[in-house]
């Protein structure tokens, strides 16, 4: 009996310290990348680079005009300065695309911008790229404009499928025992 308990234990011990560990689901640790496309998507005028992405964030500078994008663990940022000029001209893309090494996007939000008439519906995800694009209506930002976008991401398994396998083999194990205790 004592020797169960002890297993018991031994079992919670080891799944609470599974469940207390979170699943990554973020940008951090991984390689983010930072173009701005126009006038179509794909069509890169400046690049911001990629690097991997510190638990503080990390800022990509786009153009020499100061066009911030700061990247944290689950938003993004971006900020445009004075007189940042949107061509009204024929174009099927006028923005952003931040891409994630890791591809676990699961959505997007936005968070809150002070541009008038950028909208939710100006932003479209797939599972590694985030689009900020902004309409052809645009033209000239005053300082200070910014985006914000709250981006949520697929939970990794691995840790669930550990949990239930370790569960499962705990729960056999103390059937085995009972069984062979009986006998």
Do not use: H
Not at 35 to 63: C, E, H, K, M, R
């Amino acid at each position: 009996m004592k020797q169960q308990a002890q297993l018991f234990l031994a079992v919670f011990g080891c799944l609470f310290l599974m469940t207390a560990t979170s699943a990554k689901a973020s940008f951090i640790g991984n390689t983010v990348g930072v173009n701005y496309d126009f006038p179509a998507l794909g069509d890169v005028i400046y690049s911001g680079g990629s690097q991997v992405i510190p638990s503080a964030g990390a800022t990509f500078n786009l153009s020499s005009g100061g066009v911030l994008v700061n990247v944290t663990g689950a938003a993004i940022t971006v900020t445009f300065p004075t007189g940042w000029l949107f061509a009204n001209v024929a174009k099927t893309f006028d923005g952003l695309v931040i891409s994630d090494s890791s591809p676990t996007i699961a959505g997007i939000t936005l968070a809150s911008t002070n541009i008038p008439g950028f909208v939710a519906s100006d932003l479209t995800f797939d599972p590694s790229d985030v689009y900020v694009n902004f309409p052809s209506s645009f033209t000239t930002l005053n300082g200070g404009s910014t985006v914000t976008v709250n981006v949520s991401f697929v939970p990794e398994p691995a840790p669930l499928a550990t949990l239930s396998l370790t569960t499962l083999m705990g729960l056999a194990f103390l059937g085995w025992r009972k069984t062979r205790s009986q006998n």
